[in-house]
C-alpha cells in the first residue's frame, strides 16, 4: 500500500494554457474522488468515480474540467483555457466500497498557479 | 445554512491542555463523519471517524457525535505543539444516510498548542 498519488506537484501555467493532473489510488480502492481547495477553505467536491464510471459531477465543475479513469485505475484532471481562479490545490482521494464505510484517504495534492 | 460548520476558530491552547473542536451539520440523515489534520501546504490526513451516536476514543483524541443535536465535536487530550494544525470536519453530502459518496467539509479550525 503506497498511498494516494498525484502528479506533479506543482503546476504553473499561464491563463488559457491547458493543464493535465494525474492521480493514482491505493490498489484495492476502487472509488476515486477530485476536490479542489483554496486557501482558508476546506476541499471542495469536483467529481468521483467508482471503477471507471463518473458517479456524479458537482456543479463547480465547469465544461472547462473533464475528469477520466478510462481502466478503473488511475485519473486524470484537465482543465482547459485556464483562468486566475482556476488556482488552488487539487486533491485526489480514494476509498474503498461503501462496505468499508468511505473512509477517503488523500493525495499530496497537486497545487495550480495560473498567472 | 452550510451543510457543515466548523467554529471558525482560530483556537490556541498551552501545551498538556484539551482542545475542543465543533462541528454542526444539516442533514439530519447523515450517519457518518471524519475529522481530518491537515499542516500548512499539505493534504488532509485522516484522524478520526464516526458512526454512531456517542464517543469514540483513540489515543489522545475523542470524537464525539449527538445525532440529535447534530453536532460532532473533536477532542484532544494533553495537546502537544506537533498537533497545531488546521483540523477538518466531514460529513457525507445529501446523504440520507445511504450514499457513502462525496464529502463536505467544513471550512477547518486552526489549532495552535503554545509550549
Known amino acids: 500500500d503506497t498511498g494516494v498519488s498525484q502528479d506533479p506537484r506543482h503546476k504553473i501555467t499561464k491563463r488559457g494554457q491547458n493543464v493535465t493532473f494525474r492521480c493514482d489510488p491505493i490498489?484495492?480502492?476502487?472509488?476515486l474522488y477530485w476536490y479542489r481547495q483554496t486557501l482558508g477553505q476546506g476541499p471542495e467536491f469536483l467529481t468521483y468515480?467508482?471503477?471507471?464510471?463518473?458517479?456524479?459531477k458537482s456543479r463547480l465543475l465547469s465544461d472547462r474540467f473533464s475528469a477520466e479513469r478510462p481502466k478503473g485505475s488511475f485519473s486524470t484532471l484537465e482543465i482547459q483555457r485556464t483562468e486566475q481562479g482556476d488556482s488552488a490545490m487539487y486533491l485526489c482521494?480514494?476509498?474503498?466500497?461503501?462496505?468499508?464505510?468511505?473512509?477517503?484517504?488523500f493525495g499530496a495534492g497537486t497545487r495550480l498557479s495560473v498567472l | 445554512q452550510k451543510e457543515v460548520e466548523q467554529n471558525s476558530g482560530p483556537l490556541s491552547v498551552p501545551e498538556g491542555a484539551i482542545a475542543s473542536l465543533n462541528c454542526t451539520y444539516s442533514?439530519?440523515?447523515?450517519?457518518?463523519f471524519f475529522w481530518y489534520r491537515q499542516y500548512s501546504g499539505k493534504s488532509p490526513e485522516l484522524i478520526m471517524s464516526?458512526?454512531?451516536?456517542g464517543d469514540k476514543e483513540d489515543g489522545r483524541f475523542t470524537a464525539q457525535l449527538n445525532k440529535a443535536s447534530q453536532y460532532v465535536s473533536l477532542l484532544i487530550r494533553d495537546s502537544q505543539p506537533s498537533d497545531s494544525a488546521t483540523y477538518l470536519c466531514?460529513?457525507?453530502?445529501?446523504?440520507?444516510?445511504?450514499?457513502?459518496?462525496?464529502?463536505?467539509f467544513g471550512q477547518g479550525t486552526i489549532l495552535t498548542v503554545h509550549p
Open positions: 482521494a480514494s476509498s474503498r466500497d461503501y462496505l468499508a464505510k468511505n473512509i477517503q484517504y
Open positions: 490498489s484495492e480502492h476502487n472509488r
Open positions: 468515480f467508482q471503477n471507471e464510471a463518473q458517479l456524479e
Open positions: 442533514d439530519r440523515g447523515s450517519q457518518s
Open positions: 464516526i458512526y454512531s451516536n
Open positions: 466531514a460529513g457525507p453530502t445529501n446523504a440520507g444516510g445511504t450514499s457513502y459518496g462525496k464529502l463536505t
